[in-house]
């Protein structure tokens, strides 16, 4: 298993991908992703407030239809943005219905990317603080998308990837954070989730 210690250095071989079933959370999920029940189990106030301030241009890979990307979007406030990457129509149909219904459609651009590319070509080093939550797996390129993110993020911007433990396998859970490492980000933290896997990660 990766530790803190390990992942600082930047790795000088490639990591090589685990085998691994890809598995793409289906449209027609969409209606559950931002069940208010999920709240009583996740609060995404406490898992991300502490890396937001006002203001901030923010990346949600993988938002479905806005669990984290419309209290992303209260916490950065009229002047942040969240830029809402999906690659599935019927979640980001239902983050845009959401976001407007709650009035916060002005601070989020919704973004529908294809299976390989996360469409972030015009956002190149503008983002301050990304989130790829119980998403990163379901890409089927992780270095690649871990390329494009880290490309989006300003230097010294945070990249939270947080995947659920048993659903995402402990091989895959290193094989991200090594891409990581690999690609010159820095593992700032280790976060205690219950059931999950978290790490902060950094751009120089
Ligand atoms: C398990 S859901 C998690 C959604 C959200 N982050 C949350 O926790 O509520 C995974 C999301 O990743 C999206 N996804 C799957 N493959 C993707 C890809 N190649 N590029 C971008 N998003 C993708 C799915 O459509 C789905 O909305």
Redesign the pocket.
């Known amino acids: 298993m990766a530790t803190e210690g390990a992942m600082t250095q930047e790795l000088k071989t490639e990591p090589k991908p685990p085998s691994r079933q890809l598995h ?2 289906p ?1 027609w ?2 209606p559950f ?2 069940s208010p029940l ?1 709240r009583l189990f996740e609060s995404p106030e406490k898992l991300l407030g502490p890396w937001v301030e006002p203001g901030m241009t923010i990346l ?6 806005g ?2 990307g419309l209290p992303l979007a209260r916490m950065t406030g009229e002047n942040g943005l969240v830029l809402c ?4 129509p019927r ?1 980001l149909k239902g983050l845009v219905r959401r976001a407007t219904k709650a009035g916060l459609i002005d601070r989020i651009e919704p973004i529908l ?4 590319d ?1 469409a972030l070509s015009d956002h190149e080093g503008t983002v301050d603080f990304a ?5 990163l797996h ?3 390129d992780i270095e690649g ?1 871990l390329r494009q993110i880290t490309a989006a993020l300003k230097p010294g911007g945070r990249l939270l990837v947080v995947e659920p433990r048993g659903h995402v396998s402990g091989a895959t859970w290193d094989h991200e954070i090594e891409t990581a490492g690999h690609l010159g980000l820095s593992v700032g933290r280790m976060l205690d989730l219950r059931r999950r896997y978290a790490a902060l990660l950094k751009k120089p």
């Open positions: 793409r959370c449209g999920a969409a992703m931002a999920r949600d890979v993988g938002c479905a239809t669990f984290f990457v999906d690659v599935e979640m990317c294809g299976q390989d996360l989130v790829a939550i119980h998403s379901e890409l089927p998308g």
